[in-house]
């Protein structure tokens, strides 16, 4: 006797619908609050939520800046609630999304064909939505590995 599954939609399903939906929405202001802290150092948005690659979801740059200077800057937003002190630096940048970033990275480099000076940085949002925003500015995190080449 085949008995088809019964899926529980209920107040589970809703708190974490919420739950999401209050994510993106922090998350999407960390991003706002990054780009106008980038903007008020002098440098130009070049491009927000960038997916080069095809078909991959876990592709995605959240920043891609120009500096004063010239050379590009992939920037990786990471927005919480609070400091934690158990965590430190980077704690949101684990060697999975590492590798999502060096992929997305790679693939606009490739497909501009940029041979200019380009870096990964990380801003650290701390705040929440209707707060003023603490920021952490992470310079040049070491993404690509040593003798990386494209061409």
Not at 34 to 44: F, I, Q, T
Request: net charge positive; glycine share 8%; charged share 30%.
């Amino acid at each position: 006797m085949n008995r088809a599954k019964e899926y529980h939609v209920g107040a589970e399903h809703d708190e974490a619908r919420a739950r999401g939906l209050a994510n993106r929405e922090q998350g999407a202001w960390g991003e706002d609050a990054a780009a106008e802290y980038l903007s008020a150092r002098g440098w130009r948005i070049v491009g927000r939520n960038v997916r080069p690659c095809v078909n991959d979801r876990r592709c995605e740059i959240d920043i891609i800046a120009r500096t004063e200077e010239g050379g590009v800057v992939f920037v990786e937003v990471k927005t919480h609630a609070r400091r934690s002190e158990m965590a430190g630096r980077l704690a949101g940048v684990d060697a999975r999304k590492k590798h999502a970033l060096l992929r997305a990275c790679t693939n606009w480099v490739m497909r501009k064909r940029w041979h200019g000076n380009f870096r990964m940085d990380v801003v650290e949002v701390y705040g929440k939505p209707g707060e003023a925003a603490s920021i952490d500015h992470i310079e040049n995190v070491p993404l690509f590995p040593p003798k990386w080449r494209f061409w």
